[in-house]
């Protein structure tokens, strides 16, 4: 049996029981549980390709690229090998928690005076022109693997095993999601060409719908051979059969014939980066998240914040529960939309900003009884899937992987099966903003995968999709489990809400699923919160979130996968 098959079987085994797209009912699913190591991504097929890896001999970052390369096919609405990703990497060998930024560049012809001098006032969200940073995912890969193979030591795998399954699922096809097919659907509404109307773009059309140009059915088989051209050059090249050979060719000539911006040089020049992780304290336990350009600042200040606070005497799932983590939610966006950008260009006090000190000061501005209308920064003193592992050796890797929008700027580079990125649109074009568009430049970034320790070792793994609400969800499943002893998975399945955008939306009320209780909404409201009551019970609106819990005592890895979703964590 091919490793493909063997793949499908396993996977399909995994997927029994999973609810499907936006399920109306409660889930209920257990908390997966395993003395050795763990698995959680968005989607089974790359959960159960991961644990493979793991069982085959790969550490946990071996098993990262396989679910990363694996989502970047089975999950195409969502990433791609055209977009970008963040990576925490733990590793139990040195006991050193490293960032790694997988993130890509404006490109060397992208400026401010060429967008104006086609009359536009805003990067356009799809196609071409919003093509205009380098995906960096393939290089964060590699930079990856050849560190945990430098320095952790415990991998018995070469690099094209790790794509193997990604290729399989490429080339022999896998079968369509109902997820896929309401984000299809959604993509080909032809009112928006903004937004939506992707099969305006000839790549699209050809790659992700049928030669009649109608959506696959979920269930029905979907192939894509020149993705599989292109992961093989990777598999046999590594990072240079991506930005220094043939593939970058052909996305560089098919986005200049169409306007586009990118340059072989460009790709040439692309490096992944590696960073210190950023790091507040939250009840005796670390946090840890991604530095700037990521907005993993945010995602800690919520939890700075929130310190100074008894969510306990609260109550979860209370108003006040609610209303404190959303007031501390605009406190912390105050403070990011003022700074976040590429620190090469920008000096950001990331330090000061976390420090307890504006911690409390951002805590005193909330007014338990009033929503706060409109936040100002105070002046400092001084998008997407996530996906975790953990192996039997105890190193972890937290990694989010994304190309922004659901599909991305809608372009497939012609002969390669590449879904290009739309991360760039995010630059503004008002030279004096603090995220203006400049060649080399890093845009501001919704990606952040998360960690948290207790004393010096890892003890939760956690991240989620959704643009403005992955520090929200972060701070939801962080307090119900450490203020609240929830279970991982009772955490993630718990109901949600978003303050804010998420996939490009302008809207800023807060959106609520329904099962939070209607007095709890009423209160809400009375103190001011624009409360939208979404009509599902269970909604990827909120994002597709998971997490890994290392109980340090006994060393069980407790998994969870979220329900919004088609999920699993698994382990052995």
Do not use: C
């Not at 992707?198 to 790549?203: A, I, P, S, T, V």
């Not at 109608?214 to 088989?221: K, L, N, S, T, V």
């Not at 914040?305 to 609610?322: C, Q």
């Not at 996530?386 to 994304?402: E, H, L, M, R, T």
């Amino acid at each position: 049996m091919s490793l493909w098959k063997k793949l499908s079987t396993v996977a399909l085994s995994a997927a029994i029981g999973l609810t499907t797209f936006a399920p109306a009912q409660a889930a209920n699913r257990p908390t997966s549980m395993s003395p050795n190591a763990m698995v959680t991504t968005p989607h089974y097929l790359a959960t159960a390709a991961a644990l493979k890896t793991l069982e085959d001999g790969g550490n946990a970052v071996d098993a990262a690229i396989t679910a990363a390369s694996t989502l970047s096919v089975v999950y195409p609405h969502y990433t791609s090998i055209g977009g970008d990703s963040f990576w925490l990497i733990y590793n139990a060998k040195t006991k050193e928690l490293k960032a790694l930024n997988g993130s890509g560049r404006a490109g060397e012809k992208a400026t401010i005076e060429y967008y104006k001098s086609k009359g536009y006032d805003k990067i356009p969200s799809r196609g071409y022109e919003a093509a205009n940073t380098v995906p960096g995912v393939v290089s964060g890969w590699w930079e990856a693997y050849n560190y945990a193979h430098k320095s952790m030591g415990n991998s018995k795998l070469p690099w094209h095993k790790l794509l193997e399954p990604a290729i399989g699922y490429a080339e022999n096809g896998y079968p369509v999601s109902p997820n896929q097919v309401y984000w299809t659907q959604y993509a080909i509404d032809p009112t928006d060409n903004d937004l939506k109307n992707l099969q305006r773009f000839e790549g699209f059309r050809k790659t992700f719908l049928k030669p009649n140009g109608e959506p696959y059915a979920a269930g029905e088989i979907l192939k894509q051979k020149d993705l599989a051209k292109t992961l093989r050059i990777i598999a046999q090249k590594g990072a240079d059969g991506f930005y220094k050979g043939e593939v970058a060719q052909k996305i560089v000539a098919d986005l200049q014939k169409n306007g586009g911006l990118l340059t072989l040089k460009d790709f040439e020049k692309h490096t992944s980066t590696w960073a210190d992780p950023i790091t507040v304290d939250y009840r005796g336990y670390k946090a840890y998240n991604m530095p700037p350009n990521s907005q993993g600042m945010a995602s800690l200040s919520i939890l700075n914040v929130l310190n100074n606070f008894d969510l306990k005497s609260m109550g979860e799932g209370t108003a006040d529960y609610y209303h404190v983590i959303v007031e501390a939610t605009k406190q912390a966006f105050a403070d990011r939309d003022k700074w976040l950008t590429d620190p090469a260009f920008v000096d950001i006090p990331v330090d000061e900003l976390l420090s307890k000190e504006h911690g409390k000061a951002l805590a005193a501005r909330i007014d338990m009884k009033q929503a706060a209308k409109t936040v100002e920064p105070l002046d400092p003193k001084g998008d997407t899937t996530w996906f975790g592992v953990v192996d039997k050796d105890g190193n972890a890797v937290s990694v989010i992987q994304s190309h922004y929008f659901d599909w991305g700027s809608g372009i497939v580079a012609k002969d390669t099966g590449v879904l290009l990125q739309n991360r760039g649109s995010y630059f503004s074009l008002d030279p004096n903003h603090v995220n203006h568009l400049e060649p080399g430049k890093r845009t501001f970034h919704t990606l952040n995968p998360a960690m948290l320790f207790k004393g010096d070792k890892p003890y939760l793994l956690y991240g989620t999709q959704g643009g403005e609400g992955q520090p929200q969800t972060q701070a939801a499943i962080v307090t119900r489990i450490i203020d609240f002893g929830f279970s991982v998975q009772d955490a993630i399945e718990a109901p949600r809400w978003l303050h804010g955008r998420n996939w490009g939306s302008a809207s800023n009320n807060l959106k609520v699923e329904s099962r939070i209780p209607q007095d709890v909404l009423d209160e809400l409201v009375k103190r001011g919160h624009p409360v939208e009551k979404l009509e599902a019970a269970f909604t990827d609106a909120m994002g597709q979130s998971g997490a890994i819990l290392i109980d340090p005592v006994t060393n069980v890895k407790f998994g969870g996968a979220d329900p919004r979703g088609e999920g699993a964590a698994l382990g052995y």
